[in-house]
Structures are given as structure tokens and as C-alpha cells.
């Protein structure tokens, strides 16, 4: 009877775990099942290539790209996908190219950010189709091939050809008659130059030329507007259809008319007043800026991992902006003619024989850049020539790591911006400067930072406005190429007044090649400039303006 009893008791607990291991299981499903609908509702997908979907279908499969069989909400745009977002969502944006400009609308929350994101091979293209062009015969009396259009409805401030390569744009001041513009028309004169044109780069005050380049090598095509018609020039004078061009808008006034030119409505990713958003991922293209940010409202911004290229600038913060990342990006022109021997970079020659410099034609390819993004392109290059990140009135906190900004006039512009960090950048091949000073920059950290070939890696522009000027510059690489460019500028502009005395601390950099570590311009003494335990390895150690600036 005890063997039966135990059997019968082994029998009862084998049925009582039997019972409890189905109800486990049964309840770890359920539990499963629960954490996979809220993943689910938490994570939105847009697709525009999606199969047997209609935008915002909820049956979504991500395996099988199509709806019906899945349990994802899906959207075929961004903007969409975006609208719909809430605090702590995903919005996973599949591979593919999406033409839109892209307003955020939602906030996310502290902790729990709206997340867009693109995988691999995801497109973000901010430009418009540009259709009915024809000869620009009026304007074009060699026939070397200008053509136009009226069709595009606004004022183009960006245009790319073949997808992705940037055309030059000439500022409106260059295409339209203003008596009070050097270069008044000029525009159109170079819209009808011979592919055979040359450029001369002079030394000596123009008394000598240094070398000769063809006016088009780098460049390959250019853009403007007047009147209501776009003019597009190829070197080769092939017809706009043939290279897929495609336009952005110029710049929206204020409704409050605060500044008419700081807002683009052509944009790809527009952030104004909205927090908490992590944008990463993607290729942006085509658009006048990639990302812009704008008011105090926003903040706890995170950009990072993205491809930005083309336009006239890659990110642009402006108005109160604060405590935002910008990381881990990549941000170039892309310009249409630029190649491995035609890019910008230092372009400053120390001696006036080119035969010293074994790439004399190059060099003279990256001055003409120099000339391009200065009087062609923009009024100035650093005003709306072309710039990686702009700093603009931007708020405190901000902070820019990680990243490599090249091949463009300007790498990082700082405008009446204060309590920014600026660390472990890579900065290269620049027209102009690698990152660029003006007034109102109080409490700047950059350190940690490579920069190399460019006009300046470093230009403190205006310092005769000395005013609420803090700069802290330490443990920065700096180099220039053998006898060209210098590592650091110091600009003050001859004869005008000295407004307070801008207060730079300047310490533990290695500083090597160029024709000058440090040049100084103007004829101001200043007092509060600190040089200490910094190594200089250049041609020239510093450079003193035409009556000493220090």
C-alpha cells in the first residue's frame, strides 16, 4: 500500500506541474504577447514602398515590406509618421528616397524623446522637380548652352544635379543690377563664359600672376535668378534634363519681421519650438539647410549619424536654441565639379614663384574657390556662402562633437552664441575658415579638435568689436600643408575704434605646417590674449599686422 500511495503522490505532483508548466507558458505568452503590442504601438514605420498599404495601415510586416499579416502602424511619408509620433516613440523610416520638407510637430518628453530614424539607405531630400526649361538665348550669345525656366513657382536658394551634387548658386546681388555691388550683372558673365575661360591667381597686389586655372575646374555648373526666371549653366552645356536637376526655396520673412533671412523655409528637417527629438540616420540632401532649429522652445535635440550634403548649409540654430547635440554626422557641399585634385583647402601661398609648390595648379583651383564662395556664391562666404553647423543667436548648452565637416567655404560659424562646447571634431578642406568667430561669442570651449587644410583653420573676424568675446581654444591639432594657409587669423579692421578688449585663452595645441601659425591684421593692441604651452611648427610663427596687434 505504500508503494501504490507513493506512486499515486509521484503520479499527482508529475499532473500538478504538468498543469502549473501549461499555465507558465500559457502566461509568459500572454506576457509576451503584451510587450510585443506595446513595441508594437510604440514603434511607427514609413515606407513608401510598401506593398497592399494604404498610409496609416496598422497590419504593417517589416519582414515582408508589405500589410495584412503584421501588427506595426505605417505611414508612406515622414511628415506623417511624425505627426503621429508621441513621447518615447520610434519612428523607423525604411530605406528608400523620401522628397519632402519635414516640419516636427510633437514633442517628445525628458527621457523619453521622439526618436526618427533611417536605416540603411534612407534618403531625406528636400528639393523640388524643376520641369520647362529652354534656351537662355538672349543671354547666352556664343551659345555655350544657358538655359531657364519660370516654372518653379519661388525663389531657388539650392539646387542639385544627378541626385546629389550640389550646383553653385549666384547671390542675387551678382544677377541683378545694384549700382552699390562691385560685382552688379556679373552673374551673367560668368553664366556665359567659355568652357575654355581661365581665372588668374595674382600675387603682389595683382602686379604678377601666380598661375593660371580653367575658370570652370571644381566648379562645373552654376545657378541664379532674376525676375522671375532660374538660369542654369553646365560647363559642357548639356541640357538641365539630362542631369535630374531639382530646386529648394529661399529664405521665409518673420511674420514678426524679425529677420528675413534667418528661417529657410527650404529646409529638409524644420525643428522650431519642439524638444526632446533625436534625429539620425539618414542621407539629407537637397534642401537649402539639412537641419534647422529655431526659439528657446527647443532643446534636448539630438542629431547624429546622418549624411548631410548639399545647399548652403548643413545644420543652422538660430534664436534660442539650447542644449542640443549635434554628433557623429558627416557634412560636406558636394559640390558639382569637385574631385580628389579639385576641393577646397589652404590656398595662401607664402612666395610668390609657383614652381616652389609641386601642385601649383591645384592650389590655384583652391583660390579660385576662395573668390567663388566669397563674391560669387555669397556676399560673404561666412554670411551665405556655405557653412557645416551656424551658430546664430543660438542659445547656452549647446554642444558639437564627433563629427567631420568638410569640402565646403566654412566648417562652424559662431554668431552672438554663448556656453557652447566644440570638441573632437574632424574639420577640413575649407575654402575659408574651419571654424569662424564673430562678435557676442562669450564662454566658447573648443578643444580636442582636428583641423587641417583650409584657408584658416581658425578666424577671429571684427576683434575691434571686442565686445562679450570668451574663447577658450587648448589640446586642438592644427595643420596646414608646406608654405600655404595660416592655423590661426586674428582680424580687426584697420582704423576703426576698439570696443572692449575680447579675451582669448589660447594653450596646449600643436600648431605645424602653413606659411603662419599666427597672423594678426589691423593695428589694435590687444591685452587679453593668452599664448601658453602651445607648439608651433609652421614657416612662420606669427605674423603681425601693418602696425603690430599685439
Request: glycine share 10%; proline share 4%; charged share 20%.
Amino acid at each position: 500500500m505504500k508503494t501504490i500511495r507513493t506512486s499515486r503522490t509521484i503520479r499527482t505532483v508529475v499532473f500538478l506541474l504538468a498543469v502549473l508548466g501549461a499555465g507558465f507558458v500559457l502566461g509568459m505568452g500572454f506576457v509576451l504577447g503584451a510587450q510585443e503590442a506595446r513595441a508594437a504601438a510604440n514603434i511607427i514605420y514609413v515606407d513608401n514602398t510598401a506593398q497592399n498599404c494604404s498610409d496609416g495601415a496598422t497590419t504593417y510586416n517589416p519582414d515582408t515590406k508589405s500589410c495584412g499579416s503584421g501588427t506595426y502602424k505605417m505611414y508612406t511619408t515622414i511628415q506623417r509618421g511624425a505627426d503621429n509620433a508621441q513621447p518615447g516613440y520610434v519612428v523607423k523610416v525604411r530605406s528608400g528616397i523620401y522628397y519632402e520638407r519635414i516640419t516636427i510637430t510633437e514633442s517628445g518628453a525628458d527621457g523619453n524623446p521622439i526618436t526618427i530614424e533611417g536605416e540603411d539607405g534612407a534618403i531625406i531630400d528636400g528639393s523640388d522637380e524643376v520641369t520647362g526649361w529652354v534656351r537662355a538665348s538672349e543671354v547666352d550669345p556664343n551659345g555655350y548652352g544657358i538655359y531657364k525656366t519660370n516654372s518653379i513657382g519661388y525663389v531657388p536658394w539650392a539646387m542639385t544635379a544627378d541626385n546629389d551634387k550640389n550646383i553653385a548658386r549666384l547671390n542675387n546681388r551678382v544677377m541683378e543690377e545694384d549700382p552699390a555691388w562691385v560685382y552688379s550683372r556679373y552673374g551673367f558673365n560668368i553664366l556665359s563664359l567659355s568652357p575654355d575661360a581661365i581665372w588668374k591667381k595674382s600675387w603682389n597686389n595683382g602686379k604678377e600672376i601666380w598661375t593660371t586655372v580653367n575658370y570652370w575646374d571644381g566648379v562645373g555648373a552654376y545657378f541664379g535668378w532674376l525676375d522671375g526666371w532660374t538660369y542654369v549653366r553646365f560647363k559642357d552645356g548639356s541640357h538641365p534634363n539630362s542631369h535630374n536637376v531639382r530646386s529648394s526655396p529661399r529664405p521665409e520673412r518673420r511674420t514678426d519681421n524679425s529677420c528675413w533671412s534667418c528661417w529657410p523655409r527650404g529646409s529638409a528637417i524644420k525643428i522650431e519650438d519642439k524638444h526632446d527629438i533625436t534625429i539620425r540616420g539618414f542621407q539629407i540632401r537637397g534642401a537649402r539647410y539639412s537641419i534647422a532649429m529655431a526659439r528657446t522652445g527647443t532643446y534636448n535635440v539630438i542629431i547624429e549619424n546622418n549624411h548631410m550634403i548639399n545647399g548652403q548649409g548643413r545644420v543652422f540654430l538660430w534664436s534660442g536654441p539650447h542644449d542640443n547635440i549635434i554628433r557623429n554626422n558627416r557634412m560636406e557641399t558636394n559640390q558639382y565639379g569637385f574631385t580628389d585634385n579639385f576641393r577646397p583647402g589652404a590656398s595662401a601661398p607664402a612666395t610668390g614663384n609657383s614652381s616652389e609648390y609641386p601642385n601649383a595648379y591645384e592650389i590655384g583651383v583652391k583660390s579660385h574657390f576662395y573668390q567663388i564662395f566669397k563674391h560669387e556664391l555669397g556676399e560673404t562666404a561666412e554670411a551665405n556662402g556655405d557653412s557645416g553647423i551656424y551658430f546664430m543667436d543660438a542659445g547656452t548648452g549647446n554642444e558639437v562633437y564627433g563629427n567631420d565637416i568638410h569640402d565646403g567655404a566654412v566648417g562652424i560659424a559662431l554668431s552672438g552664441t554663448n556656453n557652447v562646447k566644440i570638441h573632437d571634431n574632424t574639420i577640413h578642406n575649407l575654402s575659408h575658415q574651419g571654424i569662424w568667430f564673430l562678435d557676442n561669442t562669450y564662454d566658447i570651449h573648443i578643444y580636442d579638435n582636428l583641423l587641417y587644410d583650409s584657408l584658416h583653420n581658425f578666424r577671429m573676424q571684427n576683434l575691434q568689436d571686442g565686445n562679450n568675446r570668451l574663447v577658450y581654444i587648448y589640446n586642438n591639432r592644427l595643420y596646414e600643408p608646406p608654405k600655404l594657409g595660416e592655423n590661426m587669423f586674428f582680424h580687426l579692421w584697420p582704423g576703426r575704434p576698439l570696443n572692449g578688449d575680447p579675451e582669448f585663452y589660447i594653450y596646449h595645441n600643436s600648431i605645424s605646417g602653413g606659411r603662419v601659425a599666427v597672423g594678426f591684421g589691423g593695428e589694435r593692441q590687444l591685452s587679453k590674449f593668452y599664448f601658453i604651452n602651445n607648439i608651433f611648427l609652421p614657416m612662420h610663427c606669427i605674423q603681425l599686422g601693418p602696425a603690430g596687434a599685439m
